[in-house]
């Protein structure tokens, strides 16, 4: 660790004479002071420091850039009590601009996503089904669209209109193989800022040859204090892969999923409400593939040195938080409705350079009228500079 942190000094030294460098740092550690649940069996866990995977707020961040070019790279670190630790670099990628209007960027290319709820930042519904939620090619939030390694263009013809096109085959992997008749994933978005206030924008993504495709439009305005988003997302696929091959390049791709995406926050003084409650219809046979709906509401108030807040919510938003048992993959489904709830009241303040995040999580799940609720008390502590 200390090896890389000179190297990173040293190159931040040497590119400071031509470039604007900014290196930033940072540590976290969460995990939770007691927590149980009403299961049969259930045990009370005092004490628990979570594995540490700090991939969302890396570690270490490197920026420099010049007039016409200039470069970006990450550190996390993982902390595992079965495979240790380790220091990996996230993502590197240099830009240039051969012309004012144009930029490109060479590496771990990453786009804006249109339009995203601002509590997480991250869970933006592309419409794909709640079933196999476990595989990771089934993930049902995406705030990008997309995120790989590649080349991307943003180009800005007349003012106030953004043109992004990106090519993202990643690592070692050709965008187009000829012999095989195939491509991989590549992404079309372009947004407008109509006035000062409002934006409208489109994009599309094709994960490749054989894989689903995802459009979204949106708009969005902001202004005194009020901030509101609403975007469509189509989710294209194949609606009968519970019963074919994933990487059978042969099926039917149709629309199988439509997200309404919203996000509206209000703030007036020290007081900010936040809102999310997108709906995802999905319109399949399949049996199981049933629509489904999220929630996330947080409230928060800046005092003097603290904030309390209150977050409440279906457990897919609000429960990842709380550090309840079995909760990531729960939402409102619009069939049979099983209902569950999770709630986060907790405070942040500050000790010196530190940063404490501590609430009491509680999540209630009746799935299969299971009437569990489970209970923590989460926290969380990161350092920067």
């Excluded at 892969?241 to 990487?247: E, K, L, N, R, Y």
């Excluded at 926050?265 to 007081?271: D, I, K, R």
């Amino acid at each position: 660790m200390k090896k890389i942190l000179a190297i990173v000094s040293m190159a931040a030294m040497v590119a400071g004479a031509a470039f604007a460098a900014d290196a930033k740092a940072s540590i976290q550690l969460w995990g939770s002071l007691v927590k149980g649940s009403t299961a049969e069996d259930s045990t009370v866990d005092f004490l628990t420091v979570n594995d540490t995977t700090q991939k969302d707020t890396d570690a270490f961040i490197f920026d420099f850039s010049g007039e016409k070019a200039g470069g970006h790279f990450q550190l996390y670190y993982t902390s595992s009590a079965t495979d240790g630790s380790a220091i990996t670099a996230r993502g590197a990628k240099i830009w240039f601009k051969p012309f004012d209007m144009l930029k490109v960027t060479v590496g771990n290319v990453e786009d804006g996503g249109l339009y995203k709820e601002r509590i997480t930042w991250w869970k933006v519904p592309v419409g794909a089904p709640l079933l196999h939620q476990d595989d990771w090619w089934r993930a049902r939030w995406n705030g990008y669209m997309v995120s790989a390694y590649g080349v991307m263009a943003e180009i800005s013809p007349i003012a106030g209109l953004n043109i992004t096109a990106a090519i993202t085959p990643g690592k070692d992997t050709a965008f187009v193989t000829s012999a095989e008749n195939s491509y991989t994933q590549y992404a079309l978005i372009a947004k407008y800022q109509i006035m000062d206030s409002v934006s409208a924008g489109i994009g599309f993504c094709d994960n490749g040859y054989g894989s689903y495709k995802k459009l979204r439009f949106g708009a969005d305005y902001s202004a005194s204090g009020l901030y509101a988003m609403l975007q469509g997302n189509l989710f294209f696929d194949d609606p009968n892969f519970t019963t074919q091959g994933w990487s059978d390049a042969s099926k039917v791709w149709t629309l199988t999923g439509i997200c309404i995406d919203n996000y509206f926050e209000y703030s007036t003084g020290a007081l900010k409400l936040q809102l999310t409650a997108p709906v995802t219809l999905r319109i399949t046979d399949v049996e199981g593939d049933d629509s489904y709906m999220s929630l996330n509401f947080k409230a928060s108030y800046g005092l003097d040195g603290f904030t309390p807040y209150f977050s409440i919510g279906t457990p897919g938003f609000v429960g990842s938080s709380s550090n309840a048992e079995d909760s990531s993959f729960t939402e409102w489904n619009l069939k049979d409705f099983d209902f569950s709830i999770a709630a986060l009241p907790g405070v942040t303040f500050n000790v010196g350079e530190a940063a404490f995040d501590v609430g009491v999580g509680i999540v209630y799940n009746d799935a299969d009228k299971a009437d569990i609720v489970t209970w923590a008390i989460p926290f969380k502590v990161s350092i920067g500079f």
